[in-house]
């Protein structure tokens, strides 16, 4: 089963308004990461936050981390067109390199 | 900038041939891994290797092979390509990094369709 699992799976908003994912994990982990994909493109990298770390920002996005309830939120603020993607979640658990990915929230944004 | 460029971006090829996909890396990034994404099944690790000459098995190895005989490249091969392996092929590569937070830059990714 996925490690991580993001909710909602489709999201549709309107520009300007704020967008949250959420993500649920089952194993302990070190750190959690999220990740972007447009359409058809590669996987890229946004914010990473530590086990140990409750909130982290980075720009429009905000992170948070409960790992009492082994759960994640991404916040994307004033979102714009451009924003419409797939967001990831990933954990590493606590041994390896190795990443699991949860199935993805599908973000539109509507100009 | 990582990049990670994957040899081709659309491949179509018939069932029972013997597939290449080419992932080149120019980072000397030690870990490379290689994913199959699928509607409704987010992204699966197929195999990974942590150093030239060196492989693991993921989560669906049966059907792939890979080979890294160089640092910055890692291949993924499908000896006798089947229909079931329709799908959009992910590389990824990282670098260790103090305590373990290794984020993973992917190639563009590499949509294979088996008739």
């Known amino acids: 089963s996925q490690q991580g699992e993001e909710d909602p799976q489709a999201l549709s908003i309107q520009e300007g308004e704020n967008a949250t994912m959420n993500c649920s994990y089952k194993t302990s982990i070190n750190n959690l990461q999220w990740y972007r994909q447009n359409s058809g493109r590669g996987l890229v990298h946004l914010i990473l936050i530590r086990s140990n770390e409750r909130e982290k920002h980075s720009g429009r996005l905000r992170v948070t981390l409960d790992t009492s309830k082994k759960s994640s939120s991404l916040l994307i603020t004033a979102s714009r067109a451009a924003d419409t993607a797939s967001y990831f979640c990933a954990t590493d658990g606590t041994s390896g390199s190795r990443l699991t990915f949860g199935e993805g929230t599908q973000l539109t944004v509507n100009p | 900038d990582v990049k990670v460029t994957q040899s081709s971006r659309y491949l179509v090829k018939r069932t029972g041939e013997k597939v290449f996909l080419e992932c080149v890396q120019d980072m000397d990034h030690e870990n490379m891994f290689w994913y199959r994404q699928d509607p409704g099944l987010g992204l699966r690790l197929i195999y990974f290797?942590?150093?030239?000459?060196?492989?693991e098995k993921g989560d669906i190895p049966e059907g792939y092979s890979v080979s890294r005989e160089k640092k910055e490249r890692f291949s993924l091969i499908l000896e006798s390509a089947s229909t079931n392996q329709t799908s959009m092929y992910l590389c990824?590569?990282?670098?260790?990094?103090?305590?373990?937070?290794?984020?993973?830059?992917f190639g563009p990714g590499t949509r294979l369709l088996v008739l």
């Open positions: 990824a590569s990282s670098s260790p990094g103090q305590g373990r937070e290794e984020t993973q830059y």
């Open positions: 290797s942590y150093d030239v000459k060196m492989k």
